[in-house]
């Protein structure tokens, strides 16, 4: 099973292994400064080791300025981190993109994630222009005959060595048309994608829905799901992607607890209130993982905790997570 799903292709990298051997996988997010402090990597790589079994380095994530995704990773990796790079389409074209992974393939990198990117109009040089010379389906494609042909998307071979990695890529099951999702996914699959991270689940039952739809089709036999979670950290981050965030469900259910989590406490007590939602964000996060890890198909769960990487340990730890399995 395993073996279908990378094509019996070895990445030789940690979560490849975590998976092939049927390990429940954990990764987690990890965003680089609007600097050149090093020191920022440093210290949330050091939060999250041995806690995760890799993590995401998000590329100029929202479309903003931010530390190179590629250069992030070596300086986690020297703090003992396990990196899945993150390259969007939205910032080069076909040229730059394998140039770069070629170079992150030699620094030691091992698994990539696939995207389109967030659209330029979204972060803090609106008037930027986009390339997106490819697609993300194309840029999996690309990436796979890199690593499983060994030429360049021209057709030229690769003379030497070739980039080594294990392909990610991500999936909304949420997004309309929601009976679409699992074609969307089929199509990546289809490209040669070896694993996937989900958008935040906050609505189970749709999740439950769009994962039975994988199933059916047979797509959890050919990639490795990790579904997304996403901790709350407060009643009006959880209003707000009800009601403002397109493509994102989040049940009512979630929001009315975090409501009543600061039932009693007043207004003006702001550090208390910060604390009770976020002990009930994280007691949300727990038992979605509880509850995701008995859906036939999920291989794991991604935490997107974004500069609230001290979250992260208490969730694994809750749901029962740790220690982390050698392999």
Same mark, same amino acid.
């Given at each position: 099973?395993?073996?279908?799903?990378?094509? =019996?292709?070895?990445?030789?990298?940690? $979560?490849? +292994?975590?998976?092939?051997?049927?390990?429940?996988?954990?990764?987690?997010?990890?965003?680089?400064?609007? !600097?050149?402090?090093?020191?920022?990597?440093?210290?949330?790589?050091? %939060?999250?080791?041995?806690?995760?079994?890799?993590?995401?380095?998000? @590329?100029?994530?929202?479309? /903003?300025?931010?530390?190179?995704?590629?250069?992030?990773?070596?300086?986690?990796?020297?703090?003992?981190?396990?990196?899945?790079?993150? *390259?969007?389409?939205?910032?080069?074209?076909?040229?730059?993109?394998?140039?770069? $992974?070629?170079?992150? !393939?030699?620094?030691?990198?091992?698994?990539?994630?696939?995207?389109?990117?967030?659209?330029?109009?979204?972060?803090?040089?609106?008037?930027?222009?986009?390339?997106?010379? $490819?697609?993300?389906?194309?840029? /999996?494609?690309?990436? +796979?005959? *890199?690593?499983?042909?060994?030429?360049?998307?021209?057709?030229?071979?690769?003379?030497?060595?070739?980039?080594?990695? %294990?392909?990610?890529?991500?999936?909304?099951?949420?997004?309309?048309?929601?009976?679409?999702? #699992?074609?969307? $996914?089929?199509?990546?699959?289809?490209?040669?994608?070896?694993?996937?991270?989900?958008?935040?689940?906050?609505?189970?039952?749709?999740?439950?829905?769009?994962? +039975?739809?994988?199933?059916?089709?047979?797509?959890?036999?050919?990639?490795?799901?990790?579904?997304?979670?996403?901790?709350?950290?407060?009643?009006?981050?959880?209003?707000?992607?009800?009601?403002?965030? #397109?493509? *994102?469900?989040?049940?009512?259910?979630?929001?009315?607890?975090?409501?009543?989590?600061?039932?009693?406490? #007043?207004?003006? @007590? +702001?550090?208390?209130?910060?604390?009770?939602?976020?002990?009930?964000?994280?007691? /949300?996060?727990?038992?979605?993982?509880?509850? /995701?890890?008995?859906?036939? =198909?999920?291989?794991?769960?991604?935490?997107?905790?974004?500069?609230?990487?001290?979250?992260?340990? #208490?969730?694994?730890? =809750?749901?029962?997570? %740790?220690?982390?399995?050698?392999?």
């Amino acid at each position: 099973m395993a073996e279908e799903r990378t094509n =019996g292709y070895k990445s030789g990298s940690n $979560l490849e +292994k975590i998976l092939r051997a049927g390990h429940f996988a954990v990764t987690a997010e990890l965003g680089p400064p609007q !600097s050149a402090d090093p020191e920022v990597i440093r210290h949330k790589a050091r %939060l999250l080791r041995g806690v995760v079994d890799a993590v995401n380095i998000t @590329d100029n994530q929202t479309a /903003i300025v931010r530390m190179s995704s590629i250069a992030s990773a070596v300086l986690a990796m020297q703090e003992g981190i396990e990196p899945i790079v993150q *390259m969007t389409c939205r910032d080069r074209n076909r040229l730059a993109i394998q140039a770069d $992974l070629l170079g992150a !393939s030699a620094l030691g990198v091992r698994n990539l994630l696939c995207l389109t990117g967030d659209h330029q109009s979204f972060g803090n040089h609106p008037t930027a222009k986009n390339v997106h010379d $490819l697609d993300s389906i194309q840029l /999996i494609r690309m990436v +796979k005959e *890199m690593r499983d042909e060994g030429r360049f998307q021209c057709g030229d071979e690769i003379k030497g060595v070739v980039p080594r990695f %294990l392909i990610g890529a991500a999936i909304n099951p949420f997004a309309d048309p929601f009976e679409f999702r #699992p074609y969307r $996914l089929a199509k990546k699959v289809a490209a040669g994608v070896d694993f996937i991270q989900t958008q935040i689940v906050l609505d189970m039952d749709r999740f439950r829905e769009f994962m +039975k739809r994988v199933v059916d089709m047979g797509l959890h036999e050919k990639v490795y799901i990790l579904a997304g979670i996403g901790p709350l950290k407060s009643a009006g981050a959880a209003r707000y992607m009800r009601d403002k965030v #397109p493509g *994102m469900l989040v049940a009512d259910e979630y929001v009315e607890r975090m409501q009543a989590a600061v039932k009693g406490i #007043p207004k003006e @007590d +702001k550090k208390a209130r910060r604390e009770a939602w976020r002990q009930e964000g994280i007691r /949300i996060a727990i038992e979605q993982i509880q509850e /995701i890890k008995e859906i036939e =198909g999920v291989a794991g769960v991604h935490i997107m905790a974004i500069e609230w990487e001290e979250a992260v340990k #208490p969730i694994v730890e =809750g749901a029962g997570l %740790l220690p982390r399995p050698e392999v």
